[in-house]
């Protein structure tokens, strides 16, 4: 990645301690925003990373996933794929169960959103524990999709989430680790 990049990302993505609850320091993408030129530099970087990365589509997990995620679709004249929580995409929807910290969550697809053997690339703002993105995997399998990777703005490397996503995705990049 390029290094000034790197560095304009690093210091804008800001770092709040003790959010959402007291020990996690939360990465804040929104002043990321504030800079169309570094959302467009971001989005760029993104298409160079993917480059010998074969796909049809993208998956963007709501909320930040759908960010950076359509700007990057429109560049790569991919379809876009909403993953969104259970309950908001209207018509017959696809939905995948999955364990939180401390209870269960569901997210879902609209049913004819993918095709069967459609390869897919998951996108989200931050890859932590890997949770959510390896059960939008399962999601998009289960619609009969292929994984194609997953891209990350941001990676927290003490927290395994690469490991977890490698037993189902090849291609995991990330643009940030720390």
Known sequence: MDQSLYG??????????DFPKPGILFRDIAPIFLNPS???????????????????????LEARGFLLGVPLATK???????????GKLPGKTIQKEYDLEYGTAKIEIQEEAIKPGTKVLIHDDLLATGGTALACS?????????????????ELDGLEGRQKLETNVKNVVSLLKY
């Open 8 to 17: 304009e990302l690093d210091r804008t993505i800001r770092a709040i301690p």
């Open 138 to 154: 399962h999601l998009i399998e289960k619609a009969g999709g292929k994984i194609a990777g997953c891209m990350f703005i941001i």
């Open 38 to 60: 570094l959302c467009e530099k971001t989005v760029d970087e993104m298409a160079k990373q993917l480059a010998n990365v074969e796909f049809d589509a993208i998956a963007g």
């Open 76 to 86: 790569l004249n991919k379809p876009f794929i909403m993953v969104r929580k259970a």
